[in-house]
C-alpha cells in the first residue's frame, strides 16, 4: 500500500543542477510521525543517507557532504518530497533512492522500510 517513485534523474556537467521528486501514495505526508528520506548508492558503496524530512517538514538532515548544496523540501498538497540538488560534482553520482517510514529514528537505511525504485544521476566532468 505505501509505496513511493522518484523521478527527475539524468545527466549533467560539473556545476549544474537537477531537482529530484519522491511522489508517495498509501500514507499521509503530513503525518508526523512520518519522515522521508533521500539515500544514494554508487558502484561499490553502500548506500548512505543523503538527506531526510520529517512529515511535517520542520525537521531536516543532511550529510556533511551536501550541505550547501542540496535542499529537501516538501509539498504536502502533492505527498511529494524534492531534492534539489545545485553545484553537483562527479562524485554525486549513484542511484538516488527516495523511502519513508512512520517513524525513522536516524537518516539511516535501516530504520525505512518503504523503498522506491531509484533514479540515476551522473555528473560529469
Known amino acids: 500500500e505505501v509505496q513511493v517513485v522518484e523521478s527527475g534523474g539524468g545527466l549533467v556537467q560539473a556545476g549544474g543542477s537537477l531537482r529530484l521528486s519522491c511522489v508517495g501514495s498509501?500514507?499521509?505526508?503530513?503525518?508526523?510521525?512520518?519522515?522521508v528520506g533521500w539515500f544514494r548508492q554508487a558502484p561499490g558503496k553502500e548506500r548512505e543517507g543523503v538527506s531526510c524530512i520529517s512529515g511535517s517538514g520542520t525537521v531536516t538532515y543532511y550529510a556533511d557532504s551536501v550541505k550547501g548544496r542540496f535542499t529537501i523540501s516538501s509539498d504536502n498538497a502533492k505527498n511529494t518530497v524534492y531534492l534539489q540538488m545545485d553545484s553537483l560534482r562527479p562524485e554525486d553520482t549513484a542511484v538516488y533512492y527516495c523511502a519513508v517510514d512512520s517513524a525513522p529514528l536516524a537518516c539511516s537505511r535501516n530504520e525505512y522500510a518503504y523503498w522506491g525504485q531509484g533514479t540515476q544521476v551522473t555528473v560529469s566532468s
Open positions: 498509501g500514507f499521509t505526508l503530513d503525518d508526523y510521525d512520518y519522515g
